[in-house]
């Protein structure tokens, strides 16, 4: 967790104090400072606590870089794992807490069917970033992804190179590969949370 390390560093700097100095505070030896600015050593949960508090910032800054008031992850619509469904970023189903560490462009999708069971179950909400929208489906081979092919069709799938560079298998854990399949676009999925 060398982010957490450099954060640390960051509001310890911005306070005027060297690594001697809030190692005192803290009550722990200035090599353990170092250790955790270093990303050698991350500190506990309750240390985190008491970092936040003697740095003036917030724990959730210090572990994912954000506050804790973020903005909640749109659950823009359903995605097959076995049938068709449709996406409507316009009008969202719902809404769920952003992920630690995810970006403010993070969508979400409830998955419906079973053809990725027993890694996406229907129910699960999985994440993907808006930024990754523009990267080329080439370059997510061998990714499980929410794609959407030519015809519309929205999935979550494994992305596997097809007959030419051009088109693609997608790929299930209990159902046929789909082969040769032109790809709108894809986005690998980056969290799952499980549905109730």
């Known amino acids: ?16 104090l060297s690594q001697y100095s809030l190692a005192k505070l803290l009550g722990v030896n200035q ?38 008031s973020d903005p909640p992850v749109p659950v823009v619509g359903k995605v097959a794992a076995g049938g068709h469904v449709t996406l409507n970023p316009d ?7 952003l992920p630690p560490g995810a970006s403010s462009r993070t969508e979400a999708l409830m998955v419906d069917g079973d053809s990725m069971w027993p890694v996406y179950r229907a ?11 523009s990267r080329s489906p080439e370059e997510l081979h061998g990714r499980e992804c929410v794609v959407r092919t030519m015809e519309g ?25 789909i082969e040769d399949v032109a790809l709108e676009m894809a986005a690998p999925i980056r969290w799952v949370k499980r549905g109730g």
Do not use: C
């Open 153 to 177: 069709a929205l999935m979550i799938k494994l992305v596997k190179r097809g007959r030419n560079k051009s088109l693609f298998t997608l790929a299930s854990y209990n159902a046929p590969d």
């Open 91 to 97: 009008d969202p189903i719902g809404y769920t807490d």
């Open 123 to 133: 129910g699960d909400l999985v994440f993907f970033s808006e930024e990754d929208l």
């Open 1 to 16: 967790m060398v982010e957490i390390g450099k954060r640390i560093a960051a509001a310890r700097k911005d306070q005027g």
């Open 31 to 68: 090599s353990t400072i170092a250790y955790y600015e270093r990303g050698r050593n991350t500190p506990k949960p309750w240390i985190v606590e008491d970092l936040a508090r003697i740095l003036h910032v917030s724990a959730p800054f210090l572990l994912y870089g954000r506050e804790q």
